[in-house]
């Protein structure tokens, strides 16, 4: 019987639990693995944005660094997690 009632005051600290992983944990693990997918899948030629909000197109890209062609003969190195997002249309 005792054992019921210590089990009773666990019980809103494991919904708690519940709630907090399906609200907060969950949906940034899905977003990290989108985010992880996209920079796996960024190839040469792609139009992209990054962090700082710098448009331009991938004309090299390495394991860890890319070469971002943003002007005519101007091109800038960044690091490959510097990108925000791939963008799609002219402007985006």
Do not use: C, H, W
């Not at 969950?26 to 448009?55: A, C, F, H, S």
């Not at 660094?65 to 402007?91: M, P, T």
């Amino acid at each position: 019987m005792e054992a019921l009632g210590n089990l009773q005051g666990f019980i809103p600290l494991i919904l708690l639990f519940v709630i907090f992983y399906f609200l907060l944990i969950r949906p940034q693990q899905k977003q990290q693995k989108q985010r992880k997918e996209m920079l796996k899948n960024v190839k040469k030629g792609d139009r992209i944005v990054t962090i700082g909000g710098v448009y331009g197109v991938i004309k090299e890209i390495d394991e860890k660094v890319i070469s971002l062609n943003v002007a005519d003969k101007l091109n800038l190195k960044y690091a490959r997690a510097a990108i925000e997002r791939i963008v799609q249309g002219e402007n985006e």
